[in-house]
């Protein structure tokens, strides 16, 4: 389950993405579902996760599992009205 | 010869139900056969489309990727989306130039499982009417909205919108109907809900803007992040360039009802 986390800097963000990249041995292969065989034409996954700013803190979604001494936030990213 | 002679009288009857669509799709992306879907761990890379072209849409960071494998609908496999998720064209943002500028049909069988929030299904255009670009989306008072947007805010080649409560909750399928530069504005935009009557609410007569979108086209979420994706589960999604036939209209909307249980 993916649930929001909040950091105070870009840096602390990138600081911690880098450490649960390395533990996680990003990049990711992709395997066709039907198969499981390797699908070579697909993308590596290069990224866990991504942040905003919102109200001066840095939020992204973690999975539970991994968000060991995150914090976790009510944050959001703001809503948008359609135009 | 006795089979096909069968499959003869059953057309010609009405009573053969198509099982699969019209052809002449642009984009054919189907969640059912998951020799289209690239996972790792049940998180969404790659869906491939099954045209002749083969168009790709894919996630590169696991905190946008939808899900495959948890969800089925009608014994099939479906993909599974919360806010965040999104898969992106991986052509160039002109190919789709021809959904805000020129004609299209576009079918798609999905739910929408929670009401009362923006939910995009497809856009290029990353939701603002200051750029260019086309959205199909569900949001909370005026339920599903097609906009063909063309970089001056507020006002359009055509925005329709469905009405309040149309949509629902459960598994269903659409089909958008667009002609943006038709002189009549009401006919620039059709929405079908099902096999529903065309609704056809756009009063907007503004020239459309021929420039390509602002960006590539997006299943889901409008920009990365945005948090404004549908939340439930996607299906298929036919586009073709053109505008269908009423009688292939109708034979598509019947192939996706069967194959979806809706």
């Known amino acids: 389950m993916w649930n929001w986390y909040e950091w105070n800097s870009q840096e602390d963000f990138n600081a911690w993405h880098d450490t649960i990249k390395a533990k996680l041995n990003y990049p990711l292969a992709g395997y066709i579902q039907l198969t499981g065989e390797l699908d070579p034409t697909a993308p590596l996954t290069t990224e866990y996760t991504a942040v905003k700013l919102v109200d001066g803190k840095w939020i992204g979604t973690v999975e539970d599992e991994q968000a060991e001494g995150l914090t976790a936030t009510d944050l959001r990213p703001p809503k948008r009205k359609i135009e | 010869m006795t089979p096909m002679l069968g499959i003869m009288a059953s057309q010609i009857s009405g009573h053969l139900t198509p099982t699969s669509p019209v052809a002449g799709y642009k984009v054919w992306l189907d969640a059912a056969d998951t020799a289209t879907i690239t996972q790792s761990g049940g998180a969404v890379s790659q869906w491939t489309d099954k045209s002749g072209t083969a168009y790709t849409f ?152 021929t420039s390509s979108p602002t960006t590539t086209l997006r299943i889901s979420d409008y920009d990365a992040g945005g948090n404004e994706g549908i939340q439930g589960t996607l299906g298929e999604i036919l586009i073709y360039d053109s505008i269908l036939s009423a009688g292939n209209i109708l034979l598509n909307q019947q192939y996706l009802a069967n194959k979806w249980g809706v």
């Open chain 2, 58 to 209: 894919t996630q590169s960071n696991s905190s946008y990727k939808p899900s495959t494998g948890v969800d089925t609908q009608n014994g099939k496999n479906v993909l599974t989306f919360v806010q965040n998720d999104s898969l992106l064209s991986t052509a160039a943002a002109s190919t789709w130039t021809f959904l805000h500028s020129t004609v299209s049909t576009v079918f798609i069988a999905f739910k929408q499982t929670v009401g009362g929030s923006y939910g995009y299904i497809l856009s290029d255009d990353q939701g603002s009417s200051a750029n260019i670009g086309y959205i199909i989306l569900n949001e909370p008072t005026s339920n599903l909205n097609v906009f063909a947007e063309r970089g001056s805010p507020g006002t359009y080649a055509f925005v329709n919108k469905t009405g309040a409560s149309t949509l629902g909750t459960a598994f269903t399928y659409i089909t958008a109907i667009s002609d943006p530069t038709n002189a009549t504005a009401a006919n620039r935009s059709d929405i079908r809900l099902k096999q529903g009557s065309a609704i056809k609410n756009n009063v907007q007569t503004s020239a459309v803007n």
